[in-house]
């Protein structure tokens, strides 16, 4: 068989791998020339009337129009006369109607799997088929689909040949999406807004969500909560449902002692409304730590007692635990970690269903997998969202960006969370990643389609997102800027000259943009990073230029005196407010700011929209911090004044100057 293929799209030709037979069967025959079907009349048939179908026959409807303004209609019934349809079902159902790929694309016969082609043998016209080989898969049909359309103002077609077989290589692709204070953005969402997000990452391959209780490590309230917490958190949960998505609830136990019988009574009743109020739970999680503190030997009694009250409300409910932070850095666990992985070993209990891998876990995932009995799988539980101070930070980030940026910026990291996937994924049977916002969006895209494929490339990956959540005019170019933002934060900032280059790249996307692109908040986020990324590097070029000019003052001072020289010193210090650099750029972000927060509601100041803090992603307010050591200095020349004497004043120049 043909190891790989060249595919061609849009007069670029790439190489598309084969992975046989687990994986993938592709073939895209309009690599060939075929000509493209016109679906601006194309009739939406959904052979099942269970609400999953419905939802992808609706999904593909919207998503549709909101990028062409064509409404297609929805049909439970095939239409007569030669009328283009789209036919959404299971395989099964499909093939009750006498349509079936051709052999060799076949559906597989594993969840999530699909097949999408054309068939022309039929009606005199064009159908184009999207089989799951279940219910959610015919969603990722869909959302491959989606993907694949060439949609443009009052235009939608898709290749006639298009054919693909595909099943995901790991079974669990997931996000956490937690409700609550400590986010950036969720905080403020509306179910509406949820139920977009839950379809934009289905088109990626997404399979499931990680919802937070209401009551966490965290404030008990938002002055952006839309509804209580555990209010959102069930309607969060049916909609998952109505989407075929796994629900796992991450579930800290964070008591102080798990021995005394009244707070496992009170823990008990308190998860157990949660469960009760649920109408999909899949999994609970619990964290060994981050928060929690509660040893091995008390936490795994704990837990099995809480397998009984989930499993009350949902018989098949699993329960997962991480050891998280035993031993980790030995903050007072030394031994945590050999207790619980000797709870494992020798009881193996059945009540407990697997084990998660996350920060702060002090083995490798390699070495927790080989620990692990067999009998329990392994799912990770990575940190997108954090750019310094988790598990995964920039390396070598350059101190302006740490000063201004901050721990949770919009980060997309592309080639470096490619290779954090690419190198621990075999040992773990899938994943939920962990999130404080949509930061990290573009992360999440780059994970759910690589649980879906790992040897898809990152350059492709990039262009199908921007190609399907920007425009497809803006399919290379938005890919560039997305991979040219991860660049702006490689080595010392004064040297990155690619950070300027990303600038003018947005520039250009931005001046030829049309209304609904500046209304789109991923769009808008690349532009805050790039106009962000760029202000910066100017003011640090600029503030170190003028910390330098203060000291070839400071050293006249002989000649000058010594507060004459202060204060001119000092006056030179202060342009950097009063005479700032690039004010256009900076002006530029704040607007962006304002933008995102009334799109997509990121709260990027503490100040202007009641961000929780700026180190949970508000770094407009961290913007102007100094970059040279003005503040030092001054806080020097003030002591300077102070000196009697004029000898005295030089001598502690002289001091700083050397």
């Not at 798990?258 to 649920?278: M, P, Q």
């Not at 008390?298 to 050891?323: A, C, D, I, R």
Request: include cysteine.
């Amino acid at each position: 068989m043909l190891k790989q293929m060249l595919r061609i799209r849009g007069g670029r030709m790439y190489k598309v791998r084969f992975l046989v037979p687990v994986l993938m069967l592709v073939f895209c025959a309009q690599c060939f020339g075929a000509a493209s079907v016109d679906l601006s009349k194309a009739v939406i048939v959904s052979s099942s009337a269970t609400k999953i179908q419905a939802n992808a026959a609706d999904m593909l409807k919207d998503e549709v129009e909101k990028r062409t303004r064509i409404g297609l209609e929805v049909s439970s019934k095939m239409p007569g006369g030669d009328k283009i349809v789209i036919l959404i079902g299971t395989a099964k159902e499909l093939a009750a109607k006498s349509y079936r790929p051709a052999a060799g694309f076949e559906v597989l016969s594993k969840a999530d799997a699909y097949a999408v082609w054309v068939d022309t043998s039929k009606r005199g016209s064009a159908t184009i088929c999207a089989a799951g080989y279940d219910d959610r898969g015919t969603l990722f049909a869909v959302g491959w689909l989606l993907r694949m359309l060439e949609m443009s103002r009052d235009r939608v077609s898709v290749s006639g040949d298009i054919k693909i077989a595909t099943a995901p290589r790991y079974p669990l692709r997931g996000h956490q999406i937690g409700y609550r204070p400590k986010t950036n953005s969720y905080d403020a969402w509306t179910l509406a807004m949820w139920e977009q997000y839950y379809r934009d990452m289905i088109v990626f391959g997404t399979n499931a969500v990680e919802l937070l209780p209401p009551r966490t490590d965290d404030a008990a309230d938002s002055p952006h909560f839309v509804k209580p917490q555990l209010e959102m958190m069930v309607d969060m949960s049916q909609l998952a449902a109505d989407y075929g998505l796994d629900v796992w609830i991450w579930f800290p136990a964070m008591e102080d002692d798990y021995s005394k019988e009244k707070t496992v009574k009170a823990s008990i009743d308190e998860w157990g409304d949660v469960f009760r109020s649920l109408p999909k739970i899949d999994v609970v999680f619990v964290p060994g730590g981050d928060p929690g503190n509660t040893h091995p030997s008390q936490l795994m009694p704990f837990m099995e007692k809480q397998k009984k009250n989930l499993t009350k409300y949902h018989p098949k409910g699993q329960l997962w635990v991480s050891p998280q932070g035993f031993d980790w850095k030995n903050k007072g666990r030394r031994g945590w970690l050999n207790a619980f992985l000797d709870i494992l070993q020798q009881e193996e209990p059945a009540w407990l269903d697997g084990v998660v891998f996350g920060p702060q876990v002090a083995i490798s995932l390699p070495k927790l997998r080989e620990a692990v009995p067999a009998r329990y799988p392994i799912r990770r539980y990575p940190d997108i969202t954090h750019s310094g101070g988790g598990q995964y930070e920039v390396e070598n980030w350059d101190e302006a960006y740490d000063d201004t940026l901050g721990r949770e910026p919009i980060n997309p990291r592309p080639y470096f969370y490619t290779s954090k996937f690419r190198e621990l994924q075999q040992h773990a049977m899938g994943f939920i990643t962990y999130s404080e916002g949509c930061n990290d969006d573009v992360n999440k895209i780059i994970w759910s389609c690589l649980g879906w494929d790992p040897d898809m490339k990152v350059e492709n990956i990039l262009r199908e997102y921007s190609r399907y959540f920007i425009s497809r005019r803006y399919e290379e170019k938005f890919a560039e800027g997305l991979a040219g933002l991860e660049r702006n934060w490689v080595g010392p900032l004064k040297k990155n000259d690619v950070v300027y280059e990303t600038l003018k790249l947005f520039q250009e996307m931005e001046r030829r943009a049309t209304p609904q692109d500046k209304l789109n908040w991923r769009f808008q986020q690349g532009l805050y990073r790039a106009y962000y990324d760029a202000y910066i590097k100017a003011r640090l070029e600029y503030e170190t230029k003028l910390e330098k000019d203060a000291i070839e003052v400071l050293k006249k001072a002989d000649s000058i005196g010594a507060l004459a020289a202060v204060d001119m010193a000092e006056a030179i210090l202060d342009k950097a407010v009063t005479e700032k650099v690039r004010p256009e750029w900076r002006a530029r972000t704040f607007e962006m700011a304002e933008a995102l927060y009334q799109s997509i509601r990121m709260q990027l100041s503490v100040k202007r929209y009641k961000g929780i803090r700026i180190s949970r992603g508000a770094n407009l307010d961290s913007i102007d911090v100094p970059l040279n050591d003005a503040e030092k200095m001054k806080k020097r020349f003030r002591s300077i004044r102070k000196s009697k004497t004029e000898s005295e004043q030089l001598r502690a120049i002289r001091k700083m100057v050397d």
